[in-house]
């Protein structure tokens, strides 16, 4: 394994001395156009989600029998859906589940990742090769199909559906950060390391892990997405976040029950959602450029 | 991924291409193993039964229901007699369609759903390996960038969008196709599009970079020293190497698409294997659900298997490994 050049020295310009890796990969996500505007994007949605149902008139669960699919006006700024709920309070609190889910599931993904992926990296030998040919049996199961029976079956309460989701994504993220402790433990700070007598644990949490930051940081921002999505997909089956709460994958199943007559009711939620995912992704893939990451999953 | 450990010399390449498969085949059933027998307790220790969701049963009939299919009897009995059958073929009968074996649904709704996997996987590997290509070879052009703007699309906007806007605009609104439903042959055309789209934004960025980084080797420079023509170029030195990523990845996009046929045949009305296995589950109709959980698991796992051969097979790296 050719060690790995400091990201650094991997830019093109000279590189200032004694400017820190962070802040040189903070300027050169900042020329990134399009990773800018998916950050300043996500921060506006979230802070209108987050700040919004406070100063919404509304309730999410106020309903209003007699003005039922209203069309958007100056008192329902998004309209009203087939109970006469204010879209508007849904689709902001809906965000507020959609995106809590997202990252509530990535940090269980990402810790369970994280610690099974670096102790079989750093080990190495028989309990590495035993660890990771668990991953590959795991990876082959029809993930899917298990959370949908374990929504069925156990109630569908969103702490399972953090779990669930978490327990799927974990496997990519300890394959990569196996790889990457295996091609870091080899370097020779960690040799120094382990000649001042360092204790396995300590070499592994403070000086190995620090140094793979960049590469979860990048994967972490893109499994948020890919999370929201298995949300709402499992919502838009009826089987996530329950009525009369509200998360984006409900309200486009409730949008997309009523399009015909009441496209709005699909076209709001469908849009922010969408917006979001984008965001988020165009922030990953600057992410991954600015910090230089190679995106190799094996 | 771990393949032949040993140094096979270069003519003794089927024999270990045979042990790599014979290797991978035993994980497979070892895996097959654990989910099956992981299913079918998860089933058994679940609340409810497939009997207590209907009107209250008298007590004396759901006895003799449960004596019926077997449910009467201590649970390893009923384990070690589901394998029994399982080895002959038979997933039992099903325990809400009445006088129906679980073989027989299964038969009528997989061929659905793989045509409709078939129709889709088409759609995302003419579509993603076309823009992909395009994209490599025209790089920072228009053609480029629309092929990233797909991409993101195809990234970003879930089917379960994307699907009702597309019955919304070509179904309702100009009236090309039927909303839903799976009698016509243009019924086939929405979602197989809307599903293929999903997978051809990841593989048309797979075949993009593949083919960027083999673009780039002193061999490509060499040929085209010597006079080689763009296409030939193309064709005959930089395909293989440069599809790799894609051949790689179609084992989990062949997954994903079995998967999202789930939201994609709930949106069109489709009668197919997904839409039953959530109905089954809700219905806790055990045998259902299990025959369709390893139904699922032995055609994801063949997929996959059948990925990694093709992977090794054009990957001369990977044999010698």
Redesign the interface.
Same mark, same amino acid.
């Given at each position: 394994m050719s060690p790995k050049i400091p990201p650094s020295m991997a830019g093109q310009e000279p590189v200032e001395p004694g400017r820190p890796p962070m802040l040189d990969a903070w300027l050169r996500l900042r020329r990134n156009r399009l990773a800018v505007f998916g950050g300043l994007t996500l921060l506006i949605v979230v802070a209108i989600c987050v700040v919004g149902p406070w100063l919404s008139p509304y309730a999410y669960e106020e309903q209003n029998l007699a003005a039922t699919y209203g069309k958007p006006d100056w008192r329902h700024w998004l309209g009203t859906d087939q109970l006469g709920r204010d879209l508007l309070i849904r689709v902001l609190l809906g965000g507020r589940i959609s995106l809590a889910v997202g990252l509530s599931a990535t940090v269980v993904a990402l810790t369970i990742g994280i610690v099974y992926g670096a102790v079989a990296g750093f080990a190495g030998g028989l309990l590495d090769?035993a660890m990771?040919?668990m991953v590959? &049996?795991l990876y082959?199961? +029809?993930f899917?199909?298990?959370v &949908?029976?374990l929504m069925?079956?156990?109630g569908r309460n969103i702490i399972l559906l953090f779990v669930a989701i978490g327990a799927v994504e974990w496997l990519t993220m300890a394959r990569i950060v196996r790889g990457q402790v295996m091609s870091v433990k080899r370097l020779e700070y960690v040799e120094a390391a382990r000649v001042l007598g360092y204790g396995r644990r300590r070499i592994l949490f403070r000086h190995i892990l620090p140094n793979i930051l960049g590469p979860i940081i990048v994967y972490a921002t893109l499994t948020v +997405?890919s999370v929201m999505?298995i949300e709402?997909?499992l919502s838009? %089956?009826g089987?996530g976040v329950q009525p009369p709460m509200s998360s984006w994958?409900i309200l @486009?199943?409730e949008?997309?029950a009523s399009?015909?007559e009441y +496209?709005w009711l699909? @076209?709001f939620p469908?849009t922010l959602?969408?917006l979001t %995912?984008?965001s988020l992704?165009?922030l990953g893939d600057g992410l991954r450029d600015a910090l230089d990451v190679r995106?190799s999953k094996? | 991924m771990v393949l032949i450990a040993d140094g096979t010399a270069l003519g003794k390449m089927p024999q270990a291409m045979l042990r790599f498969i014979r290797l991978r085949l035993l994980q497979s059933i070892l895996a097959l193993f654990v989910i099956i027998t992981a299913t079918f307790f998860l089933l058994r220790f679940v609340p409810g039964g497939p009997f207590t969701a209907e009107k209250a049963v008298p007590p004396e009939i759901l006895r003799n229901l449960e004596a019926h299919y077997g449910l009467n009897q201590p649970l390893h009995r009923q384990y070690f007699s589901y394998l029994g059958s399982l080895v002959r073929g038979d997933l039992g009968p099903s325990f809400k369609y009445s006088n129906r074996t679980v073989n027989e649904i299964l038969a009528e709704k997989l061929p659905v759903s793989l045509e409709l996997g078939l129709w889709s996987l088409m759609v995302a590997l003419s579509l993603g390996l076309t823009l992909g290509i395009v994209a490599a070879l025209r790089r920072n052009t228009w053609a480029d960038y629309l092929a990233s703007a797909i991409g993101m699309i195809g990234l970003s906007a879930p089917s379960f969008v994307i699907g009702p806007l597309c019955v919304l605009a070509f179904a309702i609104h100009a009236g090309w196709f039927n909303a839903s439903g799976w009698y016509f042959p243009s019924d086939r055309v929405l979602p197989s599009l809307v599903l293929g789209l999903a997978y051809a934004a990841p593989i048309s960025r797979l075949a993009r970079s593949g083919m960027l980084e083999v673009l780039n080797q002193d061999y490509i420079r060499t040929a085209r020293a010597k006079g080689a023509s763009e296409l030939r170029i193309v064709m005959r030195h930089t395909l293989r190497g440069g599809l790799l990523p894609v051949v790689s990845y179609l084992g989990p996009a062949i997954a994903g698409i079995l998967t999202g046929s789930f939201v994609i045949e709930t949106i069109f009305q489709i009668p197919g294997l997904g839409r039953e296995f959530v109905t089954s589950a809700f219905d806790r109709d055990y045998t259902l659900v299990l025959g369709t959980v390893i139904l699922y698991a032995t055609l994801l796992m063949g997929l996959n298997l059948a990925a990694d051969v093709a992977q090794v097979w054009m990957n001369p790296k990977l044999r010698l490994e």
């Open positions: 090769a990771m040919r590959d &049996i082959a199961l +029809p899917t199909l298990f &949908i029976l069925v079956f156990f +997405p999505l709402a997909f838009f %089956l089987l994958g @486009i199943k949008g997309a399009m015909e +496209p699909l @076209i469908g959602f969408t %995912l984008f992704n165009f995106s094996d | -």
